[in-house]
């Protein structure tokens, strides 16, 4: 289960509750801040979001 905080599953929930906008209209560090705060036991996607935001 991937988790961005409690009771949030989504991209789109984590979008709305830490910015009050829609995933479509975050920029890159507001992207970025979501995912250094992804949760899950088995994968980091932190490194591969960093090297295509630097791109």
Known sequence: M???GPFI???REA???YFD???SR???K???FLASIFRSRNISVLPLILT???K
């Open 2 to 4: 991937w988790k961005w």
């Open 9 to 11: 599953y989504s991209a």
């Open 15 to 17: 979008s709305r509750f």
């Open 21 to 23: 906008k829609e995933p």
């Open 26 to 28: 975050l920029t890159t």
């Open 30 to 32: 507001e992207a970025i």
């Open 52 to 54: 295509e935001a630097s």
